[in-house]
């Protein structure tokens, strides 16, 4: 995978295997999502959160996050008043971060460090224990909430895992953004057993989640 990559800027966090539509509303978005087509080839783009921004005539500024994720575009969706995308589906593939950021064309290119997905210390024992939790957290969920979050079968992967909870939880980006950047997959499991803990202490005391329904997830390697 090429380490250099326009830049899509999004309003959540994606993960790699996460499978999701994302609106192309701006004009740098969409000059991305036209260059990659017109080139050809794999449609791979740099997925990086928004910290902030405001949007100044045609131009949109933003403060984003150093580390993002790799996508790729399966679909696009067309405006039928000017064939401009309005919405792609991003299947999240790699982690990065941004090492250099070129602004001199009509949208954002980054050169990227690819970022490993080291086990760390205890990746297995720490999956045990994170499962046990992302199902209460799922029965407490449905208890409150119709349709509730319906688990399927969850991955054995311990950092296939990892991400799938991340994804499937309903967090803050900054929160978010903390898994993404995890150090490895024990950290990210241990930081996902806290961030559970909060939540169940929250449904707990105010219990008024709104339904929602397990993420779609890519059958691709993370990596």
Same mark, same amino acid.
């Given at each position: ?28 978005? #969409?000059?991305? &999502?036209?260059? !990659?087509?017109?080139? /050809?080839?794999? *449609? %791979? ?6 910290? +902030? ?41 790699? #982690?990065?971060? &941004?090492?250099? !950021?070129?602004?001199? /064309?009509?949208? *954002? %290119? ?6 490993? +997905? ?106």
């Amino acid at each position: 995978m090429d380490s250099r990559l326009p830049l899509l800027t999004v309003d959540t966090v994606i993960f790699p295997g996460l499978v999701l539509p994302i609106p192309v509303t701006d004009v740098q978005g #969409r000059a991305v &999502v036209r260059d !990659l087509v017109e080139n /050809g080839g794999e *449609l %791979v783009c740099g997925a990086l959160a928004v910290r +902030d921004g405001y949007e100044l005539g045609e131009r949109v500024f933003r403060s984003l996050y150093g580390t993002g994720c790799a996508a790729t575009i399966s679909e696009i969706t067309l405006d039928a008043e000017d064939d401009g995308p309005v919405e792609v589906t991003l299947t999240g593939n790699r #982690r990065f971060k &941004v090492s250099e !950021l070129d602004g001199t /064309g009509d949208y *954002l %290119v980054a050169d990227v460090e690819w970022l490993d +997905d080291d086990l760390g210390d205890d990746p297995l024992g720490t999956a045990m224990v994170a499962v046990k939790r992302f199902r209460k957290y799922a029965e407490a969920v449905s208890e409150i909430s119709r349709p509730g979050l319906h688990l399927g079968e969850l991955p054995d992967d311990p950092s296939t895992l990892s991400y799938l909870m991340s994804a499937a939880m309903k967090l803050m980006t900054p929160d978010r953004q903390k898994l993404l950047e995890a150090t490895d997959v024990t950290t990210r499991l241990a930081q996902l057993v806290g961030l559970i803990d909060n939540e169940l202490a929250a449904i707990t005391a105010l219990p008024s989640l709104p339904a929602f329904d397990l993420i779609s997830w890519s059958t691709l390697s993370p990596n």
